[in-house]
């Protein structure tokens, strides 16, 4: 019988923000088919099953780690905040990872067959760890849960306007000047950062995007000319959890009523510029303008942390902030009582909440020309606005809630059956075993 492929998924977490919880979906996906995995985090995790306890191990659980870790996260971010000019706008939109650990160092990336990074900032992987990852001779997979890896240190390459977002035009120069650094010179940390990663000589990496527009946008990235064409490779759900049901009313907050209509949206940072809190305050007032009635038998559900109370007070509509959700049951059966799920993102590389609504059987809106086009079925299971169109978004919202009958659940499930483990696995392992025969990786 031959022996199960090892494989070693590195990532900062496994519970905080999507990216997270799209590498733990890996994990899972990958165990089903009896591959043997293993995850190296930064932080030690509470409530793991007694089988994922023997499988994931925090760097910083090591002795003297935790100190180190703590003082990794805070000097890049003394580093940020002193270049630039002491703002604290855009602290963590930037990463230098001049600070970190070394996972090819430890014994589990000896272990493995396939090294598979997800989301690696704040403290997890310094710029000379990709540097061993490489000497190790294995095969290396990337999977861009935001464009950091073939960027000098932005995540997104955009400046971010209240209404919109600019493309960067330095992405293509090698960087410098960058402007979330405020910088004026061409030999900033930005250039600084990707010179490091070219001399790490990424070529053998092997890049996972997670939509065909992120894939069309790594390609204009400073460095992507030094890494294979990045194959797609959606993030998975479990649909057998993930699925149209009966809402639980237990589950519910306080003040739920059946008879009310509710449209929800979900980001790990609901205030963060680039979710696009000034657009949805817009598509608000548009949608209480063009359907007063309508509006006022409607709540706004709010999940994710918010940080400045200011930039969604007073809107409106009725609006209930729930916080951040952290059990899945609870999230699901939000989806599930939810009419319409929104996002009024600038841009998004995925768009893991409209796809787990769908799985939900709940239809969703979003703007065009990011990831979400390729899980929105404009007519079908949603619609997509043109982009940053507050009026015209508000106007598909008061179709989609007085049209409830259009967008059945079951269609709305359907269409994502394609982000199921049952799916994702096998595509996943094709990509492993061409790396590991030492031809350049399919297509899938």
Aim: charged share 25%.
């Amino acid at each position: 019988m031959p022996t199960a492929m090892k494989v070693l998924l590195i990532t900062t977490s496994l519970t905080s923000g999507g990216a997270a919880i799209a590498c733990r979906r890996n994990y899972e996906a990958l165990s089903r088919y009896g591959v043997d995995v293993r995850v190296l985090v930064l932080h030690e995790l509470d409530n793991l099953s007694r089988e994922m306890q023997r499988r994931v191990e925090a760097l910083s659980s090591r002795r003297g780690s935790l100190s180190r870790s703590w003082w990794y996260n805070r000097l890049e971010r003394l580093e940020i905040l002193l270049r630039n000019g002491r703002s604290c706008r855009n602290l963590f939109r930037f990463s230098s990872a001049r600070w970190g650990y070394d996972p090819s160092r430890h014994e589990w990336a000896s272990w493995a067959d396939v090294i598979h990074l997800h989301w690696v900032n704040h403290g997890m992987l310094r710029l000379g760890a990709l540097e061993g990852l490489r000497e190790l001779g294995k095969p290396v997979f990337w999977t861009m849960h935001d464009l950091w890896p073939v960027l000098g240190g932005c995540h997104l390459p955009f400046v971010w306007q209240e209404r919109e977002s600019l493309l960067c035009t330095r992405i293509s120069e090698g960087c410098g000047y960058c402007p979330l650094l405020s910088s004026r010179r061409k030999n900033d940390l930005s250039q600084y950062v990707a010179s490091r990663k070219r001399r790490a000589s990424l070529r053998g990496f092997h890049l996972i995007a997670v939509s065909q527009a992120e894939a069309s946008l790594a390609s204009a990235g400073c460095l992507s000319q030094g890494f294979s064409k990045p194959e797609v490779l959606p993030n998975p759900l479990n649909l057998s959890c993930f699925c149209p049901g009966e809402v639980d009313e237990t589950r519910t907050f306080e003040g739920y009523c059946p008879s009310r209509k509710y449209i929800l949206v979900a980001a790990a940072r609901l205030d963060d510029r680039g979710k696009g809190a000034v657009l949805l305050r817009e598509m608000l007032e548009h949608f209480a303008f063009q359907a007063a009635s309508l509006a006022e038998q409607t709540t706004l559900l709010l999940v994710g942390q918010e940080r400045d109370a200011k930039i969604l007070a007073a809107l409106p509509i009725d609006a209930k902030h729930l916080g951040s959700i952290s059990q899945e049951e609870d999230l699901i059966n939000l989806y599930r009582l939810s009419h319409v799920v929104i996002s009024t993102s600038l841009y998004e590389t995925f768009g893991q909440s409209l796809s787990e609504a769908l799985a939900c059987g709940t239809p969703v809106l979003s703007f065009a020309g990011h990831g979400a086009e390729d899980l929105v079925r404009p007519g079908e299971n949603g619609f997509l606005s043109r982009p940053y169109d507050a009026r015209q978004m508000a106007s598909q919202l008061v179709q989609l809630l007085t049209s409830e009958d259009e967008y059945l659940p079951k269609v709305c499930h359907s269409s994502v059956e394609w982000l199921d483990y049952s799916r994702f696995a096998p595509d996943l392992l094709k990509l492993y075993h061409a790396s590991l025969e030492d031809r350049t990786p399919v297509s899938i």
